[in-house]
């Protein structure tokens, strides 16, 4: 057999011996051929004709059936046998180790860590430091060496369960034969690989060998089978794996099988009930969080983009190329505000009664949002097409999860879900993705302490955080030290579950999505001057609630219609709060003809369909109170700055510096790039622009978004007035905003094109 070479990392060991040379075994050997392992691999196993079969498919370069025959001069020895029969395997191992080189380096392939751990301790006394406990999540329902597979660990995982004093060179080594057959490792204790494993793999199997089983017992066999649908095949295709190897599995796992299987009958239970009575609640509680979670956590363990899945868009590398020109004609409804997206959830979770949302942003910060409240026991029907349907369980009906809640990026939910969660009477901990990880939460843990929440942090106060459930809060007076609408909110949901007053007081505007809101829930919140406040035990009443258009999502099609000749655009439903219109008001002092139609409030926010028409725009010195009202737009300001006639001129804001990117740095280089004349300041910019409106502004070229979603979409809506193919790379996280906006610049009379979807 002959095995395509790969670039895994490479595996240096000279003489590696396999014990138990079946599928498992078989397809390491294999893919160590297929990475190109130059050392030699002979093979131990009962059965010799096992040991003949792999030699002549070329897996093994000798082999036989005594172990001290291959041991000589092994530098790696991989246990591949039944776990019930590694003690004994074990144990004529250590007899006749000492004819193995002097760093040999030993390892396993079993499932059940803590029954080989066992074997181990039995047969050397100790686990040996050289001996490093490992288990491949890959298999087939296939078995011996002739179903050998050289891709079966390719992007799988395999799950490494060290001991403490195990050998720093030794784990390595271990790490680098598994790399080099395409596997993701990864290092877990032994107590919970076993508990894991039992609620991932072995409770599954044992429920589909005890279904078939039961099915095939009985008279109506055959029809049943005979008509059996896909998912039928699909859920019982593991009862077809080896029932040896499954036996012994449950047996040496036997506690946490039966824990796993206590949680599974407690839950079957619960669901017959609801069946009984009709509880459509419940069961469309259970069945919607169960599908959103396996959708949800396969794209978090396959560290892919639940919304770019659920909109059909490419994964991994997403790069655009944007054709020059076009038209900007049209009338459109941009996503949801994501601000108001996370607090319509929060908000009607804890209501009592049925809240329908409408224009909810389906992104990854306001999906974890949603995800997490399913933890806590709440039905939410959809999302679907910006749809969300909350069967709210009151201020109190919230039920502790049974792990930590993961909010991916969204630091607004980590700092909101502070607050709620610190007057439940249930413990919960707050975790999220590498970057949340890394910013503090003091600011938030620090007055909640003062209200009498008990909150646990990580080192310099940043997550996750552990909140002790129980704690009776009392109302305060807080006054920010700084500016921040996360931090007001926090204490504001807080307070709903506190004694007496809680009262905030802020040294500037932020923005009043969350006392709005409330309001709108019919929850009061006053407001005097720069301090609002809210009495606590209070309820919050479900009702419906359209959120409006992102006014963020909507500037990159301001921009577009105010800088393309002839251009027409209308937007729909846009949030017109007076703390998030800097943008507007920046573009009008430019030139813009733009006009704000249809004005209304909804849920307590002021809404407007915005028209804009093409004008010709000026150059303009950016009022510094303008700048926090438009702090997310700039980048889209900056490329309407590019056609605007003459010098704009922006400083105070160095926070762009610190947002997704270094937006001033980042817009800079790619303006460079399209020879648009600048100037960098550590708190602004200079742009001039070319008001020729004859003549395309700039030129194309290749821009590197660094990842950053709105530095992507602002040189998209570049092109319309380019000479040249601008190309934009890094763009997949455009999805964490705007999902659909591809669709709607094309929509437009854009020509926006995918490039690539892939690594």
Same mark, same amino acid.
């Given at each position: 057999?002959?095995?395509?070479?790969?670039?895994?990392?490479?595996?240096?060991?000279?003489?590696?011996?396999?014990?138990?040379?079946?599928?498992?075994?078989?397809?390491?050997?294999?893919?160590?051929?297929?990475?190109?392992?130059?050392?030699?691999?002979?093979?131990?196993?009962?059965?010799?004709?096992?040991?003949?079969?792999?030699?002549?498919?070329?897996?093994?370069?000798?082999?036989?059936?005594?172990?001290?025959?291959?041991?000589?001069?092994?530098?790696?020895?991989?246990?591949?046998?039944?776990?019930?029969?590694?003690?004994?395997?074990?144990?004529?191992?250590?007899?006749?180790?000492?004819?193995?080189?002097?760093?040999?380096?030993?390892?396993?392939?079993?499932?059940?860590?803590?029954?080989?751990?066992?074997?181990?301790?039995?047969?050397?006394?100790?686990?040996?430091?050289?001996?490093?406990?490992?288990?491949?999540?890959?298999?087939?329902?296939?078995?011996?060496?002739?179903?050998?597979?050289?891709?079966?660990?390719?992007?799988?995982?395999?799950?490494?369960?060290?001991?403490?004093?195990?050998?720093?060179?030794?784990?390595?080594?271990?790490?680098?034969?598994?790399?080099?057959?395409?596997?993701?490792?990864?290092?877990?204790?032994?107590?919970?690989?076993?508990?894991?494993?039992?609620?991932?793999?072995?409770?599954?199997?044992?429920?589909?060998?005890?279904?078939?089983?039961?099915?095939?017992?009985?008279?109506?066999?055959?029809?049943?089978?005979?008509?059996?649908?896909?998912?039928?095949?699909?859920?019982?295709?593991?009862?077809?794996?080896?029932?040896?190897?499954?036996?012994?599995?449950?047996?040496?796992?036997?506690?946490?099988?039966?824990?796993?299987?206590?949680?599974?009958?407690?839950?079957?239970?619960?669901?017959?009930?609801?069946?009984?009575?009709?509880?459509?609640?419940?069961?469309?509680?259970?069945?919607?969080?169960?599908?959103?979670?396996?959708?949800?956590?396969?794209?978090?363990?396959?560290?892919?983009?639940?919304?770019?899945?659920?909109?059909?868009?490419?994964?991994?590398?997403?790069?655009?190329?944007?054709?020059?020109?076009?038209?900007?004609?049209?009338?459109?409804?941009?996503?949801?505000?994501?601000?108001?997206?996370?607090?319509?959830?929060?908000?009607?979770?804890?209501?009592?009664?049925?809240?329908?949302?409408?224009?909810?942003?389906? %992104?990854?910060?306001?999906?974890?949002?949603?995800?997490?409240?399913?933890?806590?026991?709440?039905?939410?029907?959809?999302?679907?097409? %910006?749809?969300?349907? =909350?069967? %709210?369980?009151?201020?109190?009906?919230?039920?502790?999860?049974?792990? &930590?809640?993961?909010? %991916?990026?969204?630091?607004?939910?980590?700092?909101?879900?502070?607050?709620?969660?610190?007057?439940?009477?249930?413990?919960?901990?707050?975790?999220?993705?590498?970057?949340?990880?890394?910013?503090?939460?003091?600011?938030?843990?620090?007055?909640?302490?003062?209200?009498?929440?008990?909150?646990?942090?990580?080192?310099?106060?940043?997550?996750?955080?552990?909140?002790?459930?129980?704690?009776?809060?009392?109302?305060?007076?807080?006054?920010?030290?700084?500016?921040?609408?996360?931090?007001?909110?926090?204490?504001?949901?807080?307070?709903?579950?506190?004694?007496?007053?809680?009262?905030?007081?802020?040294?500037? &505007?932020?923005?009043?999505?969350?006392?709005?809101?409330?309001?709108?829930?019919?929850?009061?919140?006053?407001?005097?001057?720069?301090?609002?406040?809210?009495?606590?035990?209070?309820?919050?009443?479900?009702?419906?609630?359209?959120?409006?258009?992102?006014?963020?999502?909507?500037?990159?099609?301001?921009?577009?219609?105010? =800088?393309?000749?002839?251009?027409?655009?209308?937007?729909?439903?846009?949030?017109?709060?007076?703390?998030?219109?800097?943008?507007?008001? =920046?573009?009008?002092?430019?030139?813009?003809?733009?006009?704000?139609?249809?004005?209304?409030?909804?849920?307590?926010?002021?809404?407007?369909?915005?028209?804009?028409?093409?004008?010709?725009?000026?150059?303009?010195?950016?009022?510094?109170?303008?700048?926090?009202?438009?702090?997310?737009?700039?980048?889209?300001?900056?490329?309407?700055?590019?056609?605007?006639?003459?010098?704009?001129?922006?400083?105070?804001?160095?926070?762009?510096?610190?947002?997704?990117?270094?937006?001033?740095?980042?817009?800079?280089?790619?303006?460079?790039?399209?020879?648009?004349?600048?100037?960098?300041?550590?708190?602004?910019?200079?742009?001039?622009?070319?008001?020729?409106?004859?003549?395309?502004?700039?030129?194309?070229?290749?821009?590197?978004?660094?990842?950053?979603?709105?530095?992507?979409?602002?040189?998209?809506?570049?092109?319309?007035?380019?000479?040249?193919?601008?190309?934009?790379?890094?763009?997949?996280?455009?999805?964490?905003?705007?999902?659909?906006?591809?669709?709607?610049?094309?929509?437009?009379?854009?020509?926006?094109?995918?490039?690539?979807?892939?690594?």
């Amino acid at each position: 057999m002959r095995f395509p070479a790969t670039n895994q990392s490479s595996c240096t060991e000279h003489k590696l011996v396999i014990v138990g040379l079946g599928l498992i075994g078989g397809s390491l050997a294999a893919a160590l051929r297929a990475s190109g392992f130059r050392g030699v691999i002979t093979a131990c196993d009962p059965d010799s004709d096992e040991i003949a079969c792999g030699i002549d498919m070329g897996l093994i370069d000798g082999g036989g059936v005594d172990l001290a025959a291959q041991l000589a001069g092994a530098t790696m020895v991989v246990l591949a046998v039944p776990v019930l029969a590694m003690e004994s395997v074990m144990t004529s191992l250590a007899h006749v180790l000492s004819l193995a080189a002097d760093n040999v380096v030993l390892t396993d392939v079993g499932s059940t860590k803590a029954t080989i751990r066992a074997c181990a301790i039995s047969a050397f006394g100790r686990v040996p430091p050289n001996m490093v406990l490992g288990h491949p999540i890959a298999g087939s329902e296939k078995s011996g060496v002739a179903a050998a597979n050289p891709a079966l660990y390719t992007h799988h995982r395999v799950i490494l369960t060290p001991e403490p004093d195990v050998d720093p060179a030794a784990l390595q080594r271990v790490r680098a034969l598994w790399h080099a057959c395409g596997a993701d490792v990864l290092e877990m204790d032994v107590a919970r690989h076993d508990q894991v494993l039992a609620r991932t793999s072995h409770l599954p199997h044992l429920l589909a060998f005890s279904l078939v089983d039961t099915l095939a017992r009985q008279d109506e066999r055959l029809e049943i089978f005979r008509y059996a649908a896909g998912g039928f095949r699909d859920f019982t295709r593991i009862a077809g794996s080896d029932p040896v190897m499954w036996r012994d599995i449950f047996i040496a796992n036997r506690d946490a099988v039966l824990a796993s299987l206590d949680d599974f009958e407690s839950g079957l239970a619960r669901l017959r009930q609801a069946v009984e009575r009709g509880d459509s609640d419940a069961l469309i509680a259970t069945f919607d969080r169960a599908s959103h979670a396996r959708h949800y956590f396969d794209t978090l363990l396959n560290k892919t983009s639940y919304q770019a899945e659920y909109n059909m868009q490419p994964q991994g590398k997403v790069t655009y190329r944007v054709h020059p020109g076009g038209e900007a004609k049209g009338r459109l409804r941009v996503p949801g505000d994501k601000s108001m997206s996370h607090r319509s959830i929060m908000l009607g979770a804890l209501a009592e009664g049925v809240t329908e949302v409408k224009g909810f942003l389906e %992104g990854e910060d306001s999906l974890a949002t949603l995800q997490a409240f399913r933890e806590m026991g709440v039905a939410i029907e959809g999302p679907h097409q %910006g749809r969300v349907t =909350i069967h %709210g369980v009151g201020m109190h009906g919230l039920k502790a999860p049974s792990g &930590p809640l993961y909010v %991916g990026n969204s630091g607004t939910a980590m700092r909101l879900f502070a607050g709620l969660l610190a007057g439940q009477a249930f413990d919960s901990e707050l975790t999220g993705d590498e970057s949340l990880t890394k910013r503090p939460m003091a600011r938030v843990a620090d007055p909640l302490r003062s209200m009498g929440a008990t909150i646990d942090t990580a080192d310099g106060g940043r997550p996750p955080l552990k909140i002790k459930g129980g704690a009776v809060l009392k109302g305060m007076f807080y006054d920010m030290p700084m500016a921040s609408a996360q931090v007001k909110s926090c204490l504001l949901l807080a307070g709903l579950y506190a004694e007496g007053e809680t009262r905030v007081r802020e040294p500037a &505007p932020t923005r009043d999505h969350t006392e709005r809101m409330l309001n709108g829930f019919g929850y009061a919140v006053s407001r005097e001057g720069d301090t609002c406040w809210l009495q606590g035990g209070g309820k919050l009443t479900a009702g419906s609630i359209d959120v409006p258009s992102d006014i963020s999502s909507a500037t990159f099609f301001l921009v577009a219609a105010a =800088i393309t000749p002839g251009a027409d655009i209308t937007l729909e439903h846009v949030g017109i709060n007076p703390t998030r219109i800097g943008v507007i008001n =920046i573009l009008a002092l430019m030139g813009a003809d733009l006009a704000l139609e249809n004005e209304r409030e909804v849920g307590g926010e002021p809404v407007a369909d915005i028209r804009i028409r093409h004008a010709p725009l000026t150059g303009i010195d950016i009022p510094v109170d303008q700048v926090p009202l438009a702090i997310d737009e700039f980048p889209a300001l900056f490329i309407a700055a590019a056609n605007a006639e003459g010098t704009t001129r922006l400083r105070g804001a160095e926070e762009l510096r610190v947002k997704e990117s270094d937006r001033i740095q980042a817009m800079a280089d790619g303006l460079a790039i399209l020879g648009v004349e600048h100037t960098v300041f550590e708190d602004g910019i200079d742009i001039v622009g070319n008001g020729n409106l004859h003549a395309p502004s700039y030129g194309g070229g290749r821009v590197d978004s660094l990842g950053d979603h709105r530095i992507a979409m602002a040189f998209a809506i570049a092109a319309l007035r380019a000479r040249d193919d601008i190309v934009i790379e890094d763009c997949a996280n455009v999805a964490t905003s705007f999902p659909t906006f591809v669709e709607l610049a094309n929509r437009i009379g854009m020509s926006v094109n995918v490039e690539s979807g892939h690594d």
